[in-house]
């Protein structure tokens, strides 16, 4: 079965220091990889997305970037943290032609 | 993608059945609906989605109306875990990309009574 993991569960962070998250997928090939970020009290907002090995696709501009650098691995990367990137960051994998997104557990990251 | 609407909050008793209704009057032909619930401080979870048929997994049915305009999902028999806040999305099918985004509305917050 598929699996999908982040980590760090939980990241606090000073203004203007660097970030790295990493999701990791489990038991599928080529899928289709997704970073969504959670603002507390609102939904959903999609980051970047991939479809496959080094091609990314920036759905918000900010100061935030992403990379693939295996097929089931997606990195969500900052140089200098603000204040606004606060929030719970959730990957998600998908793949088939119906695409049924699964997410993994989340980043809770608070940025001081 | 269709707008959904959802009721705010809902209770349930323990061991009953919750039924959580889903507005989508606006939807297209192509489009499924999905149902998702995230569980506090946890990533959203995938429950079931349907097209027009209704569907059943483990977890939950989904019942589609005829006129596809609005759904029920339903959970057979409610536990403590599954108080979590359940959200409804309509969605066309896609092949990978921004087009597949979801949109979550602010879904209904079901608790479950012991």
């Known amino acids: 079965s598929q699996t999908i993991h982040q980590w760090p569960a939980t990241l606090v962070q000073p203004v203007g220091s660097p970030l790295s998250l990493e999701c990791t997928v489990e038991?599928?090939?080529?899928?289709?990889l997704y970073w969504y970020r959670q603002a507390a009290g609102r939904g959903l907002q999609l980051l970047f997305y991939s479809v496959g090995i080094g091609q990314i696709s920036s759905e918000v501009p900010q100061n935030l970037s992403a990379s693939r650098p295996q097929d089931r691995q997606f990195i969500l990367s900052s140089k200098k943290l603000l204040l606004s990137d606060s929030g719970f960051y959730l990957c998600?994998?998908?793949?088939?032609?119906?695409?049924?997104?699964?997410f993994g557990p989340g980043t809770r990251l608070l940025v001081l | 993608d269709a707008k959904t609407t959802q009721p705010p909050s809902m209770d349930c008793a323990e061991g009953r059945a919750a039924n959580l209704p889903c507005n989508h009057s606006?939807?297209?032909?192509?489009?499924?609906v999905y149902w998702y619930r995230q569980i506090h401080s946890q990533g959203p979870q995938y429950i079931i989605h349907g097209l027009k048929n209704n569907e059943t997994n483990e977890m939950a049915s989904l019942i589609i109306t005829e006129d596809r305009k609005s759904s029920t999902l339903i959970l057979p028999h409610a536990t403590l875990r599954d108080t979590a806040v359940y959200y409804c999305i309509v969605r066309a099918p896609g092949y990978g990309g921004a087009t597949n985004k979801l949109i979550f509305g602010t879904g209904t917050l079901l608790a479950v009574q012991p």
């Open positions: 998600a994998w998908g793949s088939g032609g119906q695409e049924t997104q699964y």
């Open positions: 038991g599928t090939s080529n899928p289709n």
């Open positions: 606006t939807i297209s032909g192509n489009e499924y």
